[in-house]
């Protein structure tokens, strides 16, 4: 965005310092206070002998000014740089349009490949809300590598092999039924899987059962692993659809199950490193030097665990696709057993409801149940992300379904705004538009968060936070939300009219870029 920009700045300090023009420039960022200027340069980064508070005012005295480059002083280690208005709006505006859903990405990683692995729920079970941020933070990571350039592989492993399979499975056979099962085989396999369990707590021997029936499994028993199949294959039917609700494509779907070779190299390496004590006849890895305890590999009738299985599947993953970086997106089962599908319809109910309340509008919705859908999920999404992924996560019904404020629906209403102008105004969009036009602090506002989106999408590709972006366009959409009482489109002269046209366009780009990037699917009407 202002790397022309900066180029001219580095060429002129370059001649100055007698330092590289290509290390200056790396020094020369966005102010966090946009009323410092348009440009810093902060010389610390430069490592330069002497006082840097001097070195600031000397090189802000002897800087030569330019059409483009307008203003430069000092304040403190640091010269800041104004570039021409209507220079800089011009640039800013064009480039969004015409990178449009590509602008603020880079080819940084370009010929790099990275798996990102996310999601994984176990088979036979329902897709909670503890799934969810695995989920939609795994979809938003990978979107975030592919937008810097990157290979992005998808990958969900699914938990489909262990014990608890073997419990299932006896479950089955004592409280199953071939009618529930065809009609709803997730929640039918869920009411076993728990009914199995309150009677395993009377009954330990089930327990001893389950370990017998897996151990056949993994001796390739087939009449076994004939039920186990169609339990997954069931599963993931079901997780199919919820996918597609939330708008999640994987590259590469596996498991546990599949893992092969590769587990029993893994064990192979650990013996020959000597990184494994027997203990009962059971196998682990003593991990006490590094405060870890003991990691149990294999137990003592010889079946595999998950890490065991982990670690196989790991070695296999690097052989296939010889990445460069893997992503694991773990996620977590705290808090009640809150289904995600029943999550999604409350929502989706909710938002129809708020839509139905408006006769006018709501004629004007080509798919009001996919609309519904898609701000009810928007309102997940955005309630999720708001704080950074690595604080606990606790499911919370009125967190979820409170719309009032900065929410998803209130970012989609700012789009479906700006959509509903584009279709309205009495004149197209102009690139060579009059921008020296736009001269209120609202629009030189608006256009400077335009400017920063690329900047904001570098920040979240190095923390890999989503609230980066969702902080970013809830600040843009209430900076667009002050602006539409004053700054008009309608029934203004053509000049004016298409000049603020294009920076509403803009900003309506953006806005859709944020919200694909997050996993959400980006409105027109509401």
């Excluded at 169609?230 to 609700?245: Q, T």
């Excluded at 319809?345 to 006018?360: F, G, I, Q």
């Excluded at 979820?400 to 969009?429: M, W």
Aim: charged letters at 25%.
């Amino acid at each position: 965005m202002y790397e022309n920009f900066k180029s001219e700045i580095a060429t002129q300090i370059s001649a100055l310092l007698g330092v590289s023009a290509d290390i200056i420039e790396l020094a020369i960022e966005v102010p966090k206070v946009a009323t410092l200027g348009d440009l810093a340069l902060t010389l610390s980064r430069l490592r330069l002998k002497g006082n840097p508070v001097q070195l600031a005012q000397k090189l802000a005295s002897e800087f030569q000014l330019s059409a483009t480059i307008t203003a430069a002083t000092a304040a403190g280690p640091y010269v800041n740089f104004r570039i021409d208005r209507t220079t800089l709006t011009r640039s800013v505006l064009q480039a969004v349009h015409t990178a449009g859903s590509q602008y603020g990405w880079t080819s940084e990683g370009a010929g790099k490949r990275v798996i990102v692995e996310f999601s994984s729920p176990n088979i036979a079970k329902p897709f909670h809300v503890g799934h969810l941020r695995s989920t939609i933070i795994g979809n938003f990571i990978r979107k975030l590598y592919k937008a810097n350039g990157w290979e992005a592989i998808s990958m969900n492993y699914l938990g489909d092999w262990g014990k608890q399979y073997g419990l299932l499975a006896i479950g089955f056979e004592r409280f199953g039924s071939e009618e529930q099962l065809v009609a709803d085989p997730i929640k039918h396999l869920y009411d076993v899987y728990v009914k199995i369990n309150k009677a395993a707590e009377e009954d330990p021997t089930i327990h001893d059962a389950a370990r017998t029936y897996f151990k056949k499994m993994e001796d390739g028993d087939e009449e076994v692993l004939g039920l186990w199949k169609r339990f997954r294959s069931l599963s993931i039917e079901k997780y199919k659809d919820i996918y597609a609700h939330l708008g999640v494509h994987f590259d590469v779907c596996s498991g546990e199950s599949q893992v092969g070779e590769g587990m029993e190299r893994a064990m192979k390496m650990l013996e020959d490193a000597n990184m494994l004590v027997e203990d009962k006849g059971a196998k682990l890895i003593d991990l006490t030097k590094y405060k870890l305890g003991k990691a149990m590999v294999q137990k003592t009738d010889g079946t595999t665990l998950y890490l065991t299985r982990d670690i196989g599947a790991a070695i296999e993953r690097y052989e296939t696709y010889n990445f460069d970086k893997i992503i694991y997106g773990m996620s977590t089962r705290k808090g009640t057993a809150v289904f995600l599908e029943d999550m999604l319809t409350d929502s989706k109910e909710k938002m129809h409801d708020v839509m139905r309340a408006n006769e006018d509008k709501y004629k004007g919705v080509i798919d009001p149940e996919h609309t519904a859908a898609v701000l009810g999920m928007s309102a997940i999404v955005i309630q999720d992300f708001s704080a950074k992924r690595i604080k606990n996560y606790e499911f919370d019904w009125g967190r979820i379904l409170n719309f009032e404020g900065d929410t998803g629906p209130y970012i989609q209403y700012q789009h479906t705004r700006i959509c509903s102008l584009e279709r309205k105004a009495h004149v197209s969009i102009n690139l060579d538009a009059d921008v020296s036009l736009l001269t209120e602090d609202a629009t030189r506002e608006i256009v400077t968060m335009i400017s920063q989106y690329p900047d904001v999408l570098a920040l979240s590709f190095r923390t890999l936070e989503p609230c980066n972006i969702v902080q970013y366009l809830l600040k843009l959409s209430r900076a667009v939300s002050s602006a539409w009482q004053t700054i008009k489109v309608l029934n203004q002269p053509k000049e004016l009219a298409e000049a603020r046209l294009l920076m509403y366009s803009s900003a309506r780009i953006v806005i859709s870029n944020g919200l694909t990037l997050l996993g959400l699917e980006p409105i027109e009407r509401m």
